[in-house]
């Protein structure tokens, strides 16, 4: 996967202070896989927007970058982000990848516009991994404890909580689309079999213009999602 790009000033702020957060039970995790070159896509970011507003839930827009040759670029595009809606749709057992796709947990997919279907899905509880993060001395710390679980990857997701990108060719042309929660970079930290662990990244490792990251346990093989926990970083 890409590399994270180096952005000093971030740095320099979080070095004024601390922050943690302890995640257990967990939230749900909708992974949106959206385009702003994709005419259907909209209403699915502007339902991510909503989405993110429930503390229950943790929300991320993977924006594709296989729209575009028809005519517009997403400045938020990235190749890994395919990879990665293109290994769900392995392990789903899906024929296809599309968009705007919605995956919950890891496990379930819907079209990313069907509000009441994908509602639905977030009823309940959740339970997982305890995934303690915080934010000091210009790095994130990501703290597992000894817990029972399959061998999983530590994903890093770096992320800008909200964007607003005027829309100049393709099939939004002329559209001023507002978008939330928008990755822009990610990486595994490790693998994880559920011993105690401390895993971390330098703040100034991480996109310039990442607001906040979020951290996935994920079993191998794009599994079933077993944990998860956000934090702002400014």
Not at 56 to 73: C, E, I, K, P, T
Not at 152 to 159: G, M, Q, T
């Amino acid at each position: 996967m890409r590399s994270l790009l180096h952005h000093c000033l971030m740095a320099g702020a979080l070095l004024c202070g601390a922050a943690t957060v302890n995640a257990s039970p967990r939230p749900a995790v909708v992974e949106l896989f959206t385009s702003q070159g994709c005419s259907s896509c909209p209403p699915a970011d502007t339902y991510l927007g909503e989405l993110t507003q429930r503390r229950d839930v943790l929300a991320l827009a993977f924006h594709v970058d296989y729209w575009d040759d028809l005519g517009w670029r997403d400045r938020f595009g990235l190749p890994d982000a395919v990879e990665r809606q293109r290994a769900y749709a392995k392990a789903l057992r899906l024929s296809t990848v599309y968009t705007p796709q919605v995956v919950i947990d890891g496990q379930d997919d819907f079209v990313g516009s069907d509000v009441k279907s994908i509602g639905r899905a977030l009823t309940g509880n959740r339970n997982g991994v305890a995934v303690e993060l915080s934010v000091r001395d210009g790095e994130v710390f990501i703290d597992l404890d000894a817990q029972k679980a399959a061998p999983s990857d530590v994903l890093l997701v770096a992320y800008l909580r909200t964007a607003v990108s005027p829309i100049g060719r393709g099939e939004n042309a002329g559209r001023t689309l507002k978008e939330f929660n928008i990755v822009r970079g990610f990486h595994s930290l490790g693998r994880w079999t559920g011993q105690r662990q401390q895993y971390h990244a330098p703040v100034d490792s991480l996109p310039r213009d990442s607001t906040d990251v979020a951290v996935l346990v994920q079993p191998l093989g794009q599994a079933p999602i077993i944990g998860a926990a956000t934090i702002a970083l400014r």
